[in-house]
């Protein structure tokens, strides 16, 4: 095997007796999981149960914090300052911690969820702040975020070690940012032209935007979206187009440095 890559997936969104994603199923797959922390979805007895099947299969555990947006799932943007997105990032990781360290488990990484994530991987204020919320709590944790992002350049300067995240249903802007979900061609439907865009994301560095231009791009983990229909078959392929193209699959804390 000649290059390392993380698998991650959004889970534990689930919430009350509202089921969402295939959570069981995909962590079969992953190497890493960013698990809702109660704000945009989850709740404490999916957060704990959730950290107890990441911890069963194996898979290594990070904090997915978002808005307090139940109703529009985190992915709807807010005014905030951002000491008031620190102290949210302090918040929720604290939450998910208390269940983590219950299962006798570690905490790997810190992944902001939907608008938060978004929003701060164009502003450099909004990115600095979550990073002072991540520096406080645990200087150990690495950062997962979008490949490029102001959230990777914050992480850097503050001397925290991050992850480059690519998604492998997701288009492309050509300043490597994401396709808004709101405009046609976001989301990639297709499931074989999603594992031929990841393998040359992983291998060669370089993504075709939606605008048609190729994009250079950095590829450290893979995201998969629990809440996809077809995760755990879109989850299962890619492992294995992966393995034939001699990528090995780790969990983020065997291989960023």
Sequence with gaps: ??????????????????????DKEVLKYVSSANIACGWHAGDPIVMRDTVKAAFKNSVSIGAHP?????????RRNMTVSPDEIKQYTI????ALYGFVKSAGAKMQHVKPHGAMYNMAA???KLAQAIIEGIWEVDRDL????????????????????VANEVFADRAYNSDGTLVARSLPGAMILDTNIAIL?????????KVTAISGEDVDIK????????DNPEAT???????????????EIKPLSQFIK
Excluded: P
């Design 1 to 22: 095997m000649s290059k390392i890559i993380d698998l991650n997936s959004d889970v534990g969104e689930s919430f009350g007796a509202y089921k969402i994603g295939l």
């Design 66 to 74: 978002g808005f307090f947006d139940v109703m529009g799932f985190g």
């Design 91 to 94: 918040y929720q990781i604290g």
């Design 122 to 124: 164009k502003d450099g």
């Design 142 to 161: 690495i950062v997962l975020g979008s490949s490029g992002s102001e959230m990777i350049k914050a992480a850097k300067e503050k001397g925290l070690r």
């Design 197 to 205: 865009r990841v393998i040359r994301m992983v291998t060669e560095g």
């Design 219 to 226: 590829a450290d983990s893979i995201c998969v979206h629990g």
């Design 233 to 247: 078959q879109f989850v299962r392929l890619i492992r294995e187009e992966l393995f034939k193209a001699k990528v």
